[in-house]
């Protein structure tokens, strides 16, 4: 399919002719079909679709927190052993509310018996990158949603997984907040060059961040278009202003407001 | 428009927003205790009916200085403590059985379904015969008491527990153990505590029940036999004890849920 892997080169992420069916009570559901991607070491794809497409389902697959009924995903492991696979950030705030921020970040390290030092000092690191260093020894319902989401995103970081994956991650936030956010991703990820699949249902959000969107169709998941972002990096808020990203969210628009249509005339 | 009294909407958001005020909670003990001292002075109350509040801190004294109270005290304790632990101990495990295995999940719910609403105290002469007179069956009336509002209030605080966490956990590789030791225990920790307010006091009930038949020492039996022997004083001195080993509990708990839910 859109597998766009130069030659020789081993995908960080291989997923192939993957589906996924849910029996219900009125018979099968195919909630994923037969999608593949390929995504390269360093490469941020964002995959976006209309609402209940599978996108969600089709990045829980990778995570391992779905089963596949079909096809298959690898993830490639690195050169350092002992280093996890993946790290995902959820879109609902997915942290202990009876640890404290810093001891949130340094969860995974924890569970992976790192000591309480070196663990807070990477934790420490990463909440000092996103601002958060003086909240360290706040508990979660003393701060607010987009700290919450900093904490998550961090936390998946700072365990530095082989790749990183996002399931609307600014979902739950308000529009200002998101946009403070999207900056912030651009920032670290411009600087770490992970690994990253993105689910997101804004547009504006998947051409800012990604090298590539992937468009699925409505339910059954499929590949729809793939679309290259050739906007120059570094990228900022800014970059949502310049010609060539109106541009690319025009040409991916036309595409997806079809699919969006479609989806809505066939739930009638 | 000028500004009228017609025009100007009036604050009417009042109210329904009571406050906690420790310091009335004692006044107002303090004030029922002053009003039967004065009744008992003024000669309303009769002795027999309610012996005066002096009276019964004179037994209290009496009690304490002769050394019954503290021998009472001790084997009542010494029961709650064990029948408590006991109860708890079971009830948490077999509350977080059924909150997290299938094979659990249904024929617990029926068994708590049925055993629950029976009162214990009907039971007790089951208990003696089953496990004896002396000790055993007080531990058993106590514990099985305490057992059934742990289990409910465990499972339900492990059901509770939000699935993301759980799903965050997996997303980490955590084994089924520490998921349940590092996400559920701690998730469930305030509905298990809040379940303790309930069996503490449930504890302290079936302690008096179990004592009421056949048993020669603790608080429950020297509150009977006062009642028997019509010193109402003694009587009223063991009730004010057991308020006062409650009141102990709750502040033990206090002190136990400010420490381990700090994060609230």
Request: aromatic content about 8%; some cysteine.
């Amino acid at each position: 399919m859109d597998a766009q892997v130069s030659a020789g080169q081993v995908p960080k992420i291989a997923a192939r002719n993957v589906s996924r069916i849910y029996q219900t009570v009125d018979g099968d559901m195919v909630a994923v079909d037969d999608f593949s991607l390929d995504v390269t070491d360093g490469e941020f794809v964002c995959v976006v679709g209309p609402s209940g497409c599978g996108k969600s389902t089709f990045l829980r697959m990778i995570a391992g927190l779905d089963t596949i009924s079909a096809g298959s995903i690898q993830i490639a492991p690195g050169g350092v052993p002992g280093k996890p696979l993946n790290s995902v950030v959820f879109q609902e705030y997915a942290i202990f509310p009876w640890k404290t921020v810093i001891d949130n970040v340094a969860f995974g390290l924890e569970m992976r018996g790192i000591a309480r030092k070196e663990r807070l000092e990477t934790a420490r690191y990463w909440l000092d990158r996103v601002g958060l260093g003086k909240f360290a020894g706040y508990y979660p319902h003393q701060i607010s949603g987009g700290m919450k989401q900093r904490v998550s995103i961090v936390r998946a970081l700072a365990n530095d997984p082989e790749v990183l994956l996002m399931d609307e991650p600014l979902g739950a936030l308000d529009a200002q907040t998101r946009v403070v956010l999207q900056e912030e991703l651009l920032r670290i990820w411009e600087e770490t060059r992970k690994t990253v699949v993105y689910i997101t249902h804004s547009l504006d959000e998947a051409v800012l961040l990604g090298d590539r969107v992937i468009l699925m169709t409505a339910q059954p998941g499929r590949h729809l278009a793939t679309f290259d972002i050739d906007l120059p990096r570094p990228r900022s808020i800014e970059t949502a202003n310049t010609p060539r990203f109106v541009e690319h969210r025009a040409l991916i628009w036309e595409k997806l407001s079809q699919e969006v249509k479609r989806a809505m005339e066939q739930n009638q | 428009m000028r500004a009228t009294p017609e025009t100007i909407v009036p604050f009417r958001a009042k109210g329904f927003a009571p406050r906690s005020n420790p310091v009335m909670g004692a006044a107002s003990i303090a004030a029922l205790v002053g009003l039967w001292q004065l009744g008992s002075s003024l000669g309303w109350i009769s002795p027999v009916f309610l012996p005066a509040p002096h009276e019964v801190a004179g037994a209290i004294y009496r009690m304490a200085v002769s050394g019954e109270l503290w021998r009472h005290l001790s084997v009542s304790l010494w029961r709650i403590v064990l029948g408590w632990t006991l109860g708890t101990v079971v009830g948490v495990a077999a509350g977080f059985a059924m909150g997290l295995f299938t094979l659990a999940r249904s024929p617990m719910q029926a068994f708590v379904g049925i055993l629950f609403p029976v009162p214990k105290i009907a039971l007790v002469p089951l208990f003696i015969i089953w496990f004896g007179i002396d000790e055993g069956s007080k531990i058993a009336t106590i514990a099985i008491g305490v057992f059934f509002p742990t289990v409910i209030s465990t499972a339900a605080g492990v059901e509770a527990v939000q699935k993301n966490l759980i799903r965050l956990g997996q997303s980490f590789n955590l084994s089924r153990w520490s998921i349940i030791t590092k996400i559920i225990l701690p998730g469930a920790l305030p509905s298990i505590l809040a379940g303790f307010r309930i069996t503490l006091s449930v504890s302290i009930l079936l302690l008096v029940a179990a004592e009421m038949i056949g048993a020669q020492e603790g608080l429950g039996a020297y509150i009977i036999r006062a009642g028997d022997l019509f010193q109402t004083d003694s009587l009223i001195g063991g009730v004010v004890i057991l308020a006062a080993l409650g009141l102990l509990f709750v502040g033990l708990l206090g002190l136990a849920e400010r420490r381990l839910l700090r994060w609230r």
